[in-house]
């Protein structure tokens, strides 16, 4: 039986992330401190100035698949921000539903 509120690989980490308005991401920085962050794909929620010109989905699945790195927008800190896929241990949703991070690509 596959546990639905696990989320298997950096795909579809970054999945979960563009499905939803905002998520709640914890994850482990290169320093070795934890951080919780409120992040978003929407460009709705993103001010005008920092939204890309355009989207290369090529790039994007490139960086995930091969680094397991997902570019997100801080929405405290106002921009943009790399979240690691083997260093994250869950996304939450906004209707507080939560996804444990499978380690492992």
Not at 68 to 93: A, C, I, N, Y
Request: include cysteine.
């Amino acid at each position: 039986m596959v546990d639905e509120n696990v989320l298997q690989n950096a795909i579809e980490f970054y999945q979960k992330i563009k499905a939803e308005e905002e998520v709640t991401v914890k994850f482990r920085k290169i320093d070795g401190t934890e951080r919780i962050m409120k992040c978003t794909l929407d460009f709705s929620k993103i001010p005008e100035g920092k939204r890309p010109k355009d989207v290369d989905m090529g790039k994007i699945f490139s960086l995930v698949q091969k680094h397991g790195m997902v570019h997100v927008f801080d929405l405290e800190k106002k921009d943009w921000r790399t979240v690691p896929f083997q260093r994250s241990e869950w996304v939450e949703t906004p209707n507080r539903v939560r996804f444990r991070i499978k380690k492992g690509l």
